[in-house]
């Protein structure tokens, strides 16, 4: 029996579950807390721990390189209508921006479009039509090598620094794992766009990605303007580098007695984080309150790649 089947079977007993005699239950739940503090993900349900953010966004990037190499640049690459090159030159500008958040370069943005991951690189993808692709890819190969260098170089003080990026300004290694999250998504992007299978994506860095994803949800509900209230959220996201969390959907809220249950593959669950698939077509098992369930999920659609 997998570590999924025995969060289902739990959520069945729940159903059907009686209250325990005395104060059995308050001293169940203390030995618990005291071993898994409320909210956190359960490490042994799906694949184990998180990777390492900085060798995880390492592996990443390579592994977006090598995909590279089978493409010719002129295939068409959705859901932008983007031509590979195209693709590269995104990609070219958002590690020119991180480089230069961490003080690696100087490199000039329109301020105006900071907060707007896509609509920052607008410019140099229409630029790309005409340019390149082996120039263009020497560009990336070039500019991601040395980000990525870098990246390894630093230690876990480093790792635990603020920067702002986008709209975040957050710890490092948070701003890796949304990078992470980016080129994975656009590995995917490719490997369609190439009819090839992407390369398997591995339970820690899955593990890594989807901690991360459960915990944007109450971000990403406020920026799409959805009040989810002070409810909690139970999110069971099966399969490698799965868990389970008691997740608030206010920004800084405190766990509580979950209104909803939701059980989504883990997968899925950030394909649709990256919003590669709409919420409405995530194969997902809701126990609770239906509209909160549709909030939070709404809300979970929160990393454009």
Not at 24 to 41: F, H, I, K, S
């Amino acid at each position: 029996m997998s570590g999924s089947d025995d969060e289902l079977l739990g959520l069945l007993a729940a159903s059907v579950a009686v209250p325990p005699p005395g104060r059995l239950g308050d001293d169940v739940v203390r030995a618990a807390r005291a071993v898994r503090p409320v909210g956190q993900a359960i490490e042994s349900l799906g694949g184990g721990r998180p990777a390492d953010p900085a060798e995880a966004f390492v592996q990443t990037i390579a592994e977006f390189a090598s995909l590279l190499a089978s493409a010719t640049g002129g295939e068409i690459v959705e859901p932008y209508g983007w031509s590979v090159t195209q693709l590269v030159a995104h990609l070219v500008e958002v590690d020119l921006y991180l480089g230069r958040q961490l003080g690696l370069w100087q490199h000039h943005i329109d301020e105006r479009l900071e907060d707007d991951h896509l609509a920052m690189t607008e410019a140099a993808v229409r630029a790309a039509v005409r340019a390149d692709f082996t120039d263009t890819v020497a560009r990336w190969k070039q500019v991601s090598t040395e980000l990525c260098n870098h990246i390894a170089s630093l230690n876990g003080d480093a790792l635990r620094e603020r920067i702002k990026f986008h709209i975040l300004y957050a710890r490092l290694s948070s701003v890796l794992v949304v990078r992470i999250f980016e080129v994975w998504t656009h590995i995917e992007d490719l490997a369609r766009a190439l009819r090839r299978d992407p390369p398997p994506l591995d339970a820690a860095r899955l593990h890594l990605m989807t901690n991360v994803a459960v915990a944007a949800i109450p971000l990403g509900m406020l920026l799409a303007e959805i009040d989810g209230g002070a409810i909690t959220a139970r999110i069971v996201l099966t399969g490698r580098g799965g868990g389970v969390w008691n997740q608030p959907l206010q920004v800084g809220g405190e766990p509580a007695e979950p209104s909803v249950t939701i059980v989504a593959d883990a997968v899925e669950f950030c394909r649709m984080a990256a919003q590669r698939i709409a919420p409405a077509d995530l194969e997902a098992d809701i126990e609770g309150q239906i509209d909160v369930a549709i909030k939070v999920l709404r809300g979970a659609s929160v990393f454009a790649a």
